[in-house]
T-cell receptor
Framework: AQSVSQHNHHVILSEAASLELGCNYS??????LFWYVQYPGQHLQLLLK??????LVKGIKGFEAEFIKSKFSFNLRKPSVQWSDTAEYFC??????????FGGGTRLMVKP | SAVISQKPSRDICQRGTSLTIQCQVD?????MFWYRQQPGQSLTLIAT?????????ESGFVIDKFPISRPNLTFSTLTVSNMSPEDSSIYLC???????????FGPGTRLTVL
């Protein structure tokens, strides 16, 4: 069975700091990769996704993620965070015929 | 992406009772799913709601505890039966065009069982 691990459970940054959230998955075949975000009091929203092609994908609000197949990783990045990025971030993976498997989530707090 | 609504948005229930959660989508979708997000934890898939047939449950979830209906391509219900405090969670429905496609999530139903 596939699994997804997010290394950081809680991250605290100051505004304008750079962000990188780690995500690793365990599955040897073709995968689709996702980052979802849940802002306080709001529902889960898709931030970005990777299905194929350019391994560097850009999402909404200046986020990007890089798929490194050899490392089974799909880390999320943002060069300069804002207070409004305070949220919980979930990495998720599925493969053909399987359902989404979520990582444990990372709570990001950005201090103004 | 589809617009997904859930009812109720939250509820407080007594132990031993049951609650039915509704999920409505503004367009026809092939796949509908139900997830649980326990306090402080990530999302876990409960089951896939299949239109016109029984839901497909993931390991650890059974139909007697979480009966699911899907009468058409825009609507599904999840019932949490004979509730206990351990069932206190956020329950979310999601939709997609296939199992491997992007899934979009509803706002969730926050359930507290006393």
């Amino acid at each position: 069975a596939q699994s997804v691990s997010q290394h950081n459970h809680h991250v605290i940054l100051s505004e304008a700091a750079s962000l990188e959230l780690g995500c690793n998955y365990s599955y040897g075949g073709t995968v689709n990769l996702f980052w979802y975000v849940q802002y306080p009091g709001q529902h889960l929203q898709l931030l970005l996704k990777y299905f194929s092609g350019d391994p560097l994908v850009k999402g909404i609000k200046g986020f990007e993620a890089e798929f490194i197949k050899s490392k089974f990783s799909f880390n999320l990045r943002k060069p300069s965070v804002q207070w409004s990025d305070t949220a919980e971030y979930f990495c998720a993976v599925n493969n053909a015929g399987n359902m989404l498997t979520f990582g444990g989530g990372t709570r990001l707090m950005v201090k103004p | 992406s589809a617009v997904i609504s859930q009812k109720p948005s939250r509820d407080i229930c007594q132990r031993g009772t049951s609650l039915t959660i509704q999920c409505q989508v503004d367009s026809q979708v092939t796949m509908m799913f139900w997830y649980r997000q326990q306090p402080g934890q990530s999302l876990t898939l409960i089951a896939t709601a299949n239109q016109g047939s029984e839901a497909t449950y993931e390991s650890g979830f059974v139909i007697d505890k979480f009966p699911i209906s899907r009468p058409n391509l825009t609507f599904s219900t999840l019932t949490v039966s004979n509730m206990s405090p351990e069932d206190s969670s956020i329950y979310l429905c999601s939709v997609g065009s296939s199992g491997a496609d992007t899934q979009y999530f509803g706002p969730g139903t926050r359930l507290t069982v006393l």
